[in-house]
């Protein structure tokens, strides 16, 4: 496809010409035409609404505060304060469903313009989909000239703490975000919706200004709801106790349990780790040999992935880099819902997950998590990867976990504050004590 760049040859704010990429899908935007720049926008919004919104076939739970949001985004703005909204909520609760869910009752309303940024995938450094937009095309003009047109203007951005996990020098693409919200704040009938995780709102600048404005908090699913879910997708449920549905009721868990089939005969001391645990069992083990696949070659390609993931600090690889040595190992892991593939980049089903392989990889090549910590940026990225390294090594190699714990506390290398926290609290969290642990906090 090629692309055309037009460059702006009149002035005035009512006659510009903007430089636009892609033109099959935006020519040239001036006035009048407002139809290319809806296209342009509903380009962009494409990675949020086609986002996984169902546990398995077409089963899926309609969240209430997906109407409440929708509510919020038709009420009257009365003051600076109901402008904004703040999706907040723990990774697996199910932000990017509910905001995938808000685009589609707003895309369904003709007096409501919406446009849906999914931040993870459509945010970098050089702005918001600069290939769909064109480097030179300033987002918010064509935001305030299609703004005019409809009685309501809603912004949504997903996951924009997937923007601040780095925590590292280059803070273009969230400093970006954050100046595109606020100029859209100005806007007479603009409203906005954010999702975000607590943590990176309580610890990032930038997002806990964010804090002061209208929250709404993800819940659990009730019981019902995920009984209903099972019911559904044909699982069978009546015998399953307490905890176990307890812990199904935060919607990643129960996805995952889904996609197992319920095969798992997980007891009641079910862990999220055990699940992935099943999950790697049976599709990177197990069943490539029904397609034969070489369970090691897949084995590899999860390895590659994830190193390179780390290294980067980014949740996406690129296809193109993998395609031609891997292209069916790739094939199968998209078939199997093990990864994503859009726009040429490759991502795990679920941030957890890349936590889960990464961690599991490390311990199997036997590399020091006190090395790697010394090598790597110590920012919000990496606080996932160790707190799901500790968890993985508890289980598998209690001998190097109790190593890990003293290194990071008590060798002579430079740990941030945080990074011990995190150890501490990842401590708390279990329900049992080991006696290196007991032992540690002693001492």
């Known amino acids: ?78 003051d600076d304060k109901f402008r904004i909204a703040v999706l907040t909520g723990s990774a697996g609760m ?22 849906g940024i999914k931040a993870d995938r459509v945010v970098n450094s050089e702005g918001i989909a600069p290939d769909m937009i064109g480097k030179v095309t300033p987002l918010i003009d064509l935001i305030r000239k299609y703004a005019t047109t409809v009685d309501r203007f809603v912004l949504l951005v997903d996951q924009i703490d997937a923007l601040s996990q780095s925590m590292s020098n280059d803070r273009r693409a969230i400093n970006y975000q954050d100046n595109l919200i606020k100029a859209v704040k100005f806007i007479p009938n603009a409203k906005i919706v954010i999702s975000c995780r607590p943590y990176d709102m309580q ?11 209208t929250k709404f908090e993800l819940t659990k699913l009730t019981e019902n709801e995920v009984q209903k879910v099972l019911h559904d997708a044909g699982i069978k449920h009546d015998q399953l106790g307490k905890n176990l549905i307890l812990f199904l009721s935060t919607p990643l868990h129960l996805y995952i349990y889904c996609k197992l089939n319920g095969s798992g005969s997980f007891g009641e001391d079910v862990t999220l780790q055990k699940m992935y645990d099943k999950v790697w069992s049976e599709y990177i083990i197990k069943e490539p040999s029904k397609h034969s696949l070489d369970s ?90 160790v707190k799901q390294i500790l968890t993985y090594e508890r289980e598998v190699d209690k001998e190097a976990y109790a190593k890990h714990l003293e290194e990071i506390f008590y060798s002579d290398c430079s740990y941030r504050y945080h990074i011990k926290m995190l150890v501490l609290t990842t401590i708390g969290s279990f329900s049992d004590v080991l006696p290196c642990e007991k032992h540690f906090i002693e001492e």
């Open 203 to 213: 610890y990032d600048p930038i997002l806990d200004e964010y804090s002061r404005y």
């Open 296 to 385: 090691r070659k897949i084995k590899s390609l999860m390895g590659v992935l994830s190193d390179e993931m780390f290294d980067k600090q980014s949740l996406f690889v690129s296809f193109k880099k993998y395609e031609n040595n891997y292209n069916t190992e790739l094939s199968y892991l998209f078939s199997n819902g093990i990864i994503t593939i859009e726009d040429d980049t490759i991502q795990f089903f679920h941030q957890s997950f890349f936590d889960y392989v990464y961690a599991r990889m490390f311990i199997d090549s036997h590399k020091s998590l006190a090395v790697e910590l010394n090598k790597a940026h110590q920012g919000l990225f990496i606080r996932q990867r």
């Open 1 to 78: 496809m090629s692309e055309t760049e037009i460059k702006n040859n009149q002035t005035g704010n009512n006659n510009r010409i903007y430089s636009i990429a892609h033109a099959d899908t935006m020519n040239v935007y001036i006035n009048k035409n407002i139809v290319n720049v809806k296209n342009c926008f509903a380009n962009i919004s494409s990675a949020l609404l086609s986002y996984r919104s169902s546990f398995v076939d077409n089963v899926r739970i309609d969240r209430n505060i997906t109407k409440t949001l929708y509510d919020f985004c038709c009420q009257d703005i009365k």
């Open 94 to 115: 199910g932000k990017s469903v509910v905001m995938h869910d808000l685009l589609e009752l707003l895309n369904a309303d003709d007096k409501i313009g919406v446009l």
